[in-house]
Structures are given as structure tokens and as C-alpha cells.
């Protein structure tokens, strides 16, 4: 059975609680450092509402790996979260290779159903883009090259993946969002299907996967359903959303109101097997959140948890 899952911003007691009436099975957190009693602490919180924490994804020590200046510590230190998360008893890690730069928008109040704020990217605004990772570290303003960018993931996979499947750990790639050839002086190469196989071809192993984004598959101009298939078992996480548009000029949708096929992608997914973690992903904000994060408000969340819900018992 897939784990319906959730990031909650914020983390508050009344989120949690929220989660958990509304069936949710696993929490996703931040990197909370390489202390194993940090890990610890911030997975009996959510154990204690009934939950369980699934995956650690955000604020990983990982920037200057991407653009070739580590000096070994921050590869020290991902290592070291392998052997943690083992003792904590979780096994997902998700992770993307976007050099100095995380998600971007241009606009974090374009109009949804109802007049709901979401956000959305036009290639043509990108001088005033935002990035919306809150504390993202921004490391170096140099150019780098796609090839660079593959030896790094390269060295960076070979060094850590035999840690991860050590330690039962499954190494989740997220893919490039917007999925372009390069943004902001940067080049990218998780952008493509394709490019999805080649990174699950450098070192092959059980912890090199995928976190499947439907949102930036969509918008790489993908059938959903038909890339699912196509890369598989490698899929071992899964971001639920949608998107109207292209890698140039798209805007998130309530899951329910863009093109993809959201009945199909999940028998997609469980034709191949998978039964990961499936959390939703970027939502409308809602009348009366204009002070929340865009994109990680609640009241879009809790109607996500149901709408997942219901497909996922409807394609059972």
C-alpha cells in the first residue's frame, strides 16, 4: 500500500494533529543536522501524534558537492546521515542536483479555482525570480557546465551510495524545477526522462532512485503515466501534484484541475509496485492564509490528503 505523506509548514501541534485525522501515514521533515539525538527527537515528536517520520528532504549538506567545492565534510556528513537514519528506523533520503539555486518561481499569487493563490514560472520574468527554499545556500556564482555537473553526481553517487544501501537507505533524486537546460547562469541536467535513466545507470544500486515530481514531469512535457512505467522500480518516492504549461511558462493546479490523469498515474504506480512514500506536493493557498508559505500552506493540504485518499482507494 502506498504511505500517504505530508511536509507540514508549520510543524506545529495542531498540523500534526490535523495529519493525523485526515489518515495521513507519514511525515516528511528537514535535515535536522548530523546529530543522531536531533534525528531522534524530531521522530518521537511526530511518533507521538501517531504518525511516523518517513523521509528527510530539504537542507541537506549537499550544495557545495553539486559544484565541486567540498572539501570532503559535507560528504562526511551525508554519510554519517545514512548510519542515522538506519538507527532511527527511516529509510528516504530526497535530494536534488540543481547547482546554486533550488525550486523557482516568478510569481507566488497567480490565480486558481476560486481565487486561490498559486505559484507559477515564466522563463521571460526570470531576472525576478524567487527562490522559494527557505534557507537555501547559495554557493558560488560561477557558471558550471552540464558536464561538470555529471562528474560531480557521479563521485558524489559512488562515494555515498554504497553507505545508503549499507544502511538500508534509498537515495531519492528529485528532478530540475522548471526542468530547463540551464537557469540562472547554472546548468541543469535532471531535466529530462532520459536524463532520469542515465542517472540510474552511474552507479547502479538498489538506493539509487527517484523521486518521481509529477508537477516537473509535466512540465518536461512527459506522459505521466507512460514515464511511471518506464523508469519503474526506480521510483521509490513520489511528489503528487499537477501543473497547466511547460518547462518555460507553466502555474501549479488544485490536483484535481490540471490535465494530467491523476486515476491513471496512480494504477501506473501500482502496476510497478511501488509502495513509497506519496506526499503532496505544492498547493494552493487558501482564502485566509495569505500569511503562509506559498506553496506549503494547510488548508490546501487537507484537501489533497482526501482527494489522494480517494484515488487511492477508488484504483485499488
Known amino acids: 500500500m502506498m504511505q500517504l505523506s505530508t511536509v507540514?509548514?508549520?510543524?506545529?501541534?495542531?498540523?500534526?494533529?490535523?495529519?493525523?485525522?485526515?489518515?495521513?501515514?507519514?511525515?516528511?521533515?528537514?535535515?535536522?543536522?548530523?546529530?543522531?539525538?536531533d534525528l531522534l527527537q524530531v521522530r518521537d515528536r511526530i511518533e507521538s501524534f501517531g504518525l511516523k517520520l518517513i523521509a528527510i528532504e530539504?537542507?541537506?549538506?549537499?550544495?557545495?558537492?553539486?559544484?565541486?567545492?567540498?572539501?570532503?565534510?559535507?560528504?562526511?556528513?551525508?554519510?554519517?546521515?545514512?548510519?542515522?537514519?538506519?538507527?532511527?528506523?527511516?529509510?528516504y533520503v530526497c535530494y536534488n542536483f540543481m547547482a546554486g539555486t533550488d525550486w523557482v518561481r516568478t510569481r507566488l499569487d497567480a490565480p486558481e479555482r476560486g481565487g486561490a493563490k498559486v505559484t507559477s514560472f515564466a522563463l521571460a520574468d526570470v531576472e525576478q525570480a524567487m527562490s522559494l527554499t527557505i534557507g537555501a545556500q547559495q554557493v558560488g556564482r560561477e557558471m558550471i557546465s552540464a558536464e561538470d555537473l555529471w562528474t560531480n553526481l557521479t563521485r558524489f553517487l559512488q562515494e555515498l551510495l554504497p553507505v545508503a544501501e549499507a544502511n538500508g537507505v534509498f537515495l531519492c533524486m528529485?528532478?530540475?524545477?522548471?526542468?530547463?537546460?540551464?537557469?540562472?547562469?547554472?546548468?541543469?541536467?535532471?531535466?529530462?526522462?532520459?536524463?532520469?535513466?542515465?542517472?540510474v545507470k552511474l552507479v547502479p544500486s538498489r538506493s539509487n532512485a527517484i523521486c518521481f515530481c509529477q508537477g516537473t514531469f509535466a512540465t518536461m512535457g512527459a506522459d505521466i503515466p507512460a514515464a511511471i512505467r518506464r523508469l519503474g522500480s526506480h521510483i521509490q518516492y513520489v511528489h503528487f501534484?499537477?501543473?497547466?504549461?511547460?518547462?518555460?511558462?507553466?502555474?501549479?493546479?488544485?490536483?484535481?484541475?490540471?490535465?494530467t490523469d491523476m486515476a491513471a498515474a496512480i494504477r501506473a504506480y501500482r502496476e510497478i509496485g511501488f509502495q513509497g512514500p506519496i506526499r503532496p506536493d505544492h498547493v494552493p493557498q487558501l482564502v485566509g492564509e495569505d500569511d503562509g508559505e506559498p506553496g506549503?500552506?494547510?488548508?490546501?493540504?487537507?484537501?489533497?490528503?482526501g482527494y489522494i485518499r480517494g484515488l487511492l482507494h477508488a484504483t485499488k
Open 8 to 37: 507540514l509548514t508549520p510543524m506545529s501541534d495542531e498540523n500534526l494533529t490535523l495529519a493525523a485525522q485526515c489518515g495521513v501515514y507519514g511525515v516528511v521533515a528537514r535535515y535536522p543536522g548530523p546529530h543522531l539525538q
Open 58 to 91: 530539504g537542507g541537506l549538506p549537499i550544495e557545495r558537492i553539486k559544484v565541486g567545492q567540498d572539501d570532503g565534510s559535507d560528504l562526511a556528513e551525508m554519510k554519517l546521515l545514512m548510519q542515522n537514519l538506519n538507527k532511527a528506523g527511516i529509510q
Open 174 to 199: 528529485h528532478p530540475d524545477d522548471p526542468p530547463l537546460p540551464a537557469l540562472l547562469g547554472k546548468s541543469r541536467i535532471m531535466n529530462s526522462v532520459e536524463n532520469f535513466e542515465r542517472l
Open 241 to 259: 501534484r499537477d501543473v497547466r504549461g511547460n518547462a518555460e511558462s507553466f502555474a501549479e493546479t488544485f490536483h484535481d484541475n490540471g490535465p
Open 296 to 305: 506549503y500552506t494547510m488548508l490546501g493540504r487537507l484537501f489533497a490528503y
